[in-house]
């Protein structure tokens, strides 16, 4: 038993490092590291710039443009990406849509899509919860009714993240509705140029744009770009998910928020003195780090459990989103309670009090915490 | 990185594990905290045969040179099985502090004892108003011919009743809580002028509390060197607090398992109450709970032998800090979960319950390791 990374894995460390020391414009790091609002083509052009090192999907299989990481590897890569502020890849495409269609797609979708995934030229969003269909998603009802070689789309999703950039959206619609929920929905690819797609801005607490309610009236998707077979769409999500989880906990984001909160708490004064030396401010900050030197371990147990076996994480993942949520919570309610009654003033230059206004989805998207405890009473408990 | 423990560690949990079932079950193990002794000499021995009291000892005194981490693996299943005899005090803590800092002489007359089931040794480093600190040393140690005359009182000396020897601080210089002038004493258990008044703790193992009169012990009864045994202190306290994290993780695992079938098996409104999601998602924070223990365990095991005090006391500080918060809340939860069945002497779960509030208690607290934790960042 012991905590250290191989040489072959400090080796690829160092490599992440100098990579992101001499590639990672400046104007996205400061961004990212103040808690800044990373705009489209900030976005893009570090997928860009990955790509063209080679990484713009690292953990893929070679044959599809990936590097054939290891779990250890992509785990690097991430904490590395994260605790130098790089922005993190917008997993839609890369890491949910991808490995679906690899695993189920057909060939002429692998090499349609794939190629434009990892350059960058698609950005995909993801059309899953509806108004009545959040926790429950099996009762989604937006349909897809068969016309010749195409379905005709009605209904609407929500809660779709940056929906306003996507070219793509892939979509969980019901082709049945005979027989339990589960068992009457497929999984369609959708161009977001189609006719009768509408997008609709949500405005967030934090008076932010990132999510939106997406309308379909009428529109028409062609047969070929239902993925795999009509019905079985509710297996292939729950695959996606599996796979969307490799970076559940966020340890880099964490530590990198950790240590701008002792940055903030140095510098903030009281008194004549730093926040930091007081001792009942700096406890709490303490508890944080401790809960965050827990989960790094207990994440890189699950890793090895996926490293040594080979397979997607488990159930036992939920205990990850759990932490790694309020972990992060935590972090931006700290930064905010560093900056005292200047927290208060809404400017646009000013993103720590919009974060931990933001950050209250954390415990809410991708399964809720409470269905996360439902999962693992479930199935790790068989309760 | 690996996490795994070896072929042989998981042997030897396997095997303690069958003769905790055939030999230590929970009646056996009430009836032994309310004899006399308080723990099992048949299990010491036994402990003795299967190299327990050897295992982190080097080869030339007897011992089979584990590491932390076998002593771990050992602790886990000592936690698992409630296991009252003082191989914590006696192996790891004073076995540990004789392994790394006595002198030859020292080390070859014991440790083989030790590890032979033939001699006990229990650390005396507390005194009345010092609370967890171990630089708070009042008894004092006076220069007489050859040898040293100790005066003071110490207390909760746990396991003092069986030893044979105690391993007492005591400060020959400076004054109370100053770091520099304290000195560690091998001081025999039938020493003239050595009190001790016995008591059993609140998770049914023992300790006492020593009173020291004009104590005389010779120049060879010094461990290392006479005003610098501080450092010596706090690295065996910090191998017996990685040891307890250990432990603590065994006993919550155990706890964990029992509340979790009590629930499967336990019906009112004509249902297992495990079918209520209150009480679900308790059960799902206690399995993350417990996850976050076996974490915290391995981080202080695999820190517990390294070289630099700075980078072991963090890593101890933070491990029994978060150890201790988060097995009060496991065992709070299961008490809660069984009900009345929860509070009870005559059933496993209050037990759990208390050996994990001992080991907060033991060489300082949540509270206390989130201090030095947290203190240790601004000094």
């Known amino acids: ?383 | 990185m690996d996490f795994r423990y070896t072929e042989e560690q998981l042997a030897l949990q396997e095997t303690l594990r069958r003769w905790i079932a055939r030999d230590y079950d929970f009646e056996r193990r009430r009836t032994l905290a309310r004899s006399p002794l308080g723990y099992s000499a048949e299990a010491w021995a036994r402990y003795a045969d299967l190299g327990l009291l050897a295992l982190p000892f080097p080869e030339e005194f007897g011992g089979l040179g584990g590491n932390a981490v076998d002593v771990m693996a050992v602790m886990e299943q000592v936690g698992e099985g409630l296991l009252l005899e003082p191989y914590l005090s006696t192996v790891v803590l004073c076995g540990g502090l004789i392994r790394d800092s006595a002198p030859k002489s020292v080390r070859a007359a014991l440790l083989p004892e030790i590890a032979a089931g033939k001699l006990q040794v229990a650390l005396a480093p507390y005194e009345g108003t010092g609370r967890y600190n171990l630089s708070h040393v009042a008894c004092s140690a006076v220069r007489r011919g050859n040898g040293w005359i100790l005066r003071g009182a110490k207390t909760m000396v746990l396991d003092a009743p069986s030893a044979d020897y105690f391993l007492v601080s005591a400060r020959s210089s400076a004054s109370v809580s100053e770091p520099d002038g304290i000195s560690l004493f091998l001081v025999r258990r039938d020493a003239p002028g050595l009190t001790l008044v016995g008591y059993p703790t609140q998770s049914g193992s023992r300790a006492g509390d020593l009173q020291l009169d004009d104590v005389q012990v010779e120049d060879d009864a010094v461990i290392s060197a006479p005003g610098k045994a501080l450092g010596i202190l706090e690295r065996a306290v910090d191998q017996a607090v990685a040891a307890l994290c250990a432990e603590a993780l065994g006993v919550v695992t155990a706890l964990n398992q029992a509340t979790l079938s009590y629930l499967k098996s336990r019906k009112q409104f004509g249902v297992p109450i495990g079918t209520f999601q209150a009480l679900q998602h308790r059960m799902a924070d206690m399995y993350i709970a417990g996850e976050q223990i076996r974490s915290m365990a391995i981080l202080a095991a695999v820190h517990a032998d390294t070289e630099d005090a700075g980078e072991r006391r963090r890593a101890i500080s933070a491990a029994k800090a978060y150890v201790g918060q988060a097995s009060r809340f496991v065992g709070q939860q299961a008490v809660q979960l069984h009900g009345a069945m929860g509070v009870v002497d005559e059933f496993i779960v209050s037990h759990y319950f208390k050996r994990l509030t001992m080991i907060d208690l033991s060489f300082g607290d949540a509270g206390f390791y989130l201090a030095r934790y947290s203190d240790s960042l601004v000094a």
């Open chain 1, 1 to 383: 038993m012991h905590l250290n990374f191989s040489p072959e894995e400090q080796a690829f460390r160092a490599e992440v490092r100098a990579f992101l020391a001499a590639e990672l414009p400046e104007e996205i790091r400061d961004k990212v590291r103040s808690g800044g609002r990373l705009e489209k083509d900030d976005m893009l052009r570090w997928q860009r710039i990955l790509y063209r090192r080679g990484w713009g999907a690292g953990m893929w299989p070679s044959r599809f443009g990936g590097a054939d990481w290891s779990v250890f590897q992509q785990h690097i890569f991430e904490e590395e990406c994260a605790t130098a502020g790089a922005p993190p890849q917008i997993p839609f495409a890369v890491k949910m849509v991808a490995p679906v269609l690899m695993t189920f797609g057909s060939v002429s979708q692998q090499e349609y899509f794939l190629p434009r995934i990892i350059s960058g030229e698609h950005w995909w969003c993801q059309g899953y919860s509806e108004p009545g269909s959040g926790s429950d998603l099996a009762s989604l009802r937006m349909a897809a009714v068969r016309a010749g070689d195409e379905y005709v789309v009605n209904g609407q999703k929500t809660w779709n993240t940056l929906g306003q950039y996507a070219d793509w959206i892939f979509c969980l619609v019901r082709t049945q509705t005979e027989g339990r929920p589960q068992e009457g929905i497929s999984f369609l690819l959708i161009d977001m140029k189609s006719p009768g797609i509408r997008v609709r801005p949500i405005i967030t607490l934090d008076g932010e744009h990132e999510i939106n309610d997406i309308f379909f009236d009428n529109v028409r998707v062609p047969v070929g770009n239902r993925v795999a077979e009509e019905n079985r769409g509710w297996t292939y999500a729950k695959f996606l998910l599996g796979h969307e989880r490799t970076n559940t906990a966020g340890i880099g984001n964490c530590k990198r928020n950790l240590s701008r909160l002792k940055q903030m708490a140095m510098t903030a004064n009281v008194n004549g003195r730093p926040l930091w030396e007081d001792a009942r401010f700096r406890d709490r900050i303490v508890r944080v780090e401790l809960e965050l030197m827990a989960l790094e371990i207990t994440n890189l147990r699950m890793l090895s459990a996926m490293a040594a076996g080979a397979r997607a994480p488990g159930p036992e993942v939920s205990a990850l989103k759990i932490k790694g949520s309020e972990i992060i919570q935590e972090l931006a309610e700290l930064q905010m309670l560093t900056l005292g009654p200047a927290a208060m003033a809404n400017l646009p230059d000013a993103p720590v009090t919009g974060q931990y206004f933001n950050q209250r989805k954390t415990t809410i998207y991708a399964g809720s915490t409470e269905i996360q405890k439902n999962i693992i009473a479930k199935l790790v408990l068989g309760l």
